[in-house]
């Protein structure tokens, strides 16, 4: 027994220098102890035998062996540390650890196996509300906001990578670094976590880590939440990637009624997005020259494609059937097109000669 607990003391020695490598953002490093502190765990593990009276030692030498060997992206060998754990007369705790453990790391090799890694950086979102329950939330409700977010994800990654906005048509793939993953709801809320997988063959692109993009959003929210918005200004700086920024923020803060907070965190920071979406303007000016032929208006109807005119234009026909056009302003573009189709409310500035909508905001309609 004294060369098992000299080999685990090695072992929880190089897992704390891999920890503090990883708190430093030496992911390299941090990668290399792992790998060693398996090694000095698994024979660890390796030397108790296989019966009864060696529970719960052994299985939790395979278990925290196998976690290092996750760490070190040892994927193959944590797996089979796994299988050893289990192998033997594991306790129900620890066998369900293991289980758990054995769904993330054959989640992360198949995605390896399709060219994508996972980050260590964590985003996540909590949904407070009269339509969350324990693990439960509000289909639509949630659906909107995670869209909202990947979008703002989406449009961070491609202005911090110097790209002119791109109102139509998809991106290229190498504006795509970052394929978001979510986690399962935690019990008691409705909390999940996204982690970003970059694709392997972007790994020597990377100009900026996924530590950068989400420090990034948390602040460009929290400005959001204060009114600030000079300063989210002279974040985001491009005016559309601004505009459309604000617009996706305004589509997944909290309506006051179904839900009340919408919670974004990292292992750095939380922000609590509280303002209610009614209450924070997306476009402030028209940037167009005003006179008689413009008037305020709102007006509901639905988004139709068949009426589109240009790349700036989409048709909308009013509830009691006129045809209008509705001209957006670029950044806008991702939050029009998520209504497509839908009955909405449009508010902007109607001018009465081109029957045109100059839009400044647009949500779904309410009965």
């Not at 394929?179 to 970059?198: E, W």
């Not at 918005?229 to 996706?248: C, D, K, M, T």
């Amino acid at each position: 027994m004294s060369d098992f607990r000299e080999l685990h003391n090695k072992a929880m020695g190089l897992a704390q220098l891999a920890l503090v490598a990883r708190e430093k953002g030496e992911l390299g490093e941090a990668e290399a102890l792992a790998v060693q502190a398996y090694e000095y765990e698994a024979q660890a593990a390796d030397i108790i035998p296989v019966k009864e009276s060696s529970e719960p030692t052994r299985s939790i030498l395979y278990s925290s062996a196998a976690s290092l060997a996750y760490q070190g992206k040892k994927f193959g060998v944590a797996l089979q540390l796994i299988a050893k754990g289990l192998s033997g007369y594991p306790p129900l705790q620890v066998k369900e650890e293991l289980k758990a453990l054995w769904g993330q790391v054959n989640f992360e090799d198949h995605l390896r196996e399709q060219g994508v890694i996972l980050t260590p950086e964590d985003l996540q979102i909590l949904l407070q509300g009269n339509v969350v329950g324990s693990g439960m939330v509000s289909y639509d409700e949630f659906l909107k906001r995670i869209q909202a977010l990947y979008s703002i994800l989406s449009r961070t990654v491609q202005r911090k990578m110097r790209r002119d906005y791109q109102r139509s048509g998809r991106p290229a793939g190498i504006y795509k670094y970052f394929t978001p993953a979510l986690s399962v709801p935690r019990t008691g809320s409705f909390a999940i976590t996204l982690r970003l997988g970059l694709p392997l063959a972007y790994q020597t692109m990377m100009f900026f880590s996924a530590s950068e993009v989400i420090d990034e959003i948390l602040t460009g929210v929290e400005y959001i939440n204060k009114g600030d918005i000079e300063s989210l200004r002279r974040l985001i700086g491009e005016e559309a990637y601004y505009l459309n920024f604000v617009s996706q923020a305004r589509k997944m803060a909290p309506d006051g009624e179904n839900i009340n907070l919408v919670g974004l965190s990292s292992t750095k920071k939380s922000v609590g997005l509280t303002r209610i979406h009614k209450d924070i303007p997306v476009v402030a000016k028209l940037g167009i020259p005003e006179g008689d032929r413009l008037q305020p208006i709102k007006v509901k109807g639905v988004l139709d494609y068949a009426n589109a005119r240009g790349k700036d234009i989409i048709g909308f026909t009013t509830e009691d059937g006129r045809p209008l056009y509705v001209h957006v302003r670029e950044g806008m573009d991702d939050l029009v097109r998520s209504y497509f189709d839908e009955r909405v409310s449009v508010t902007g500035s109607y001018d009465i000669v081109q029957k045109k909508i100059y839009l400044t905001d647009i949500e779904a309609a309410e009965d």
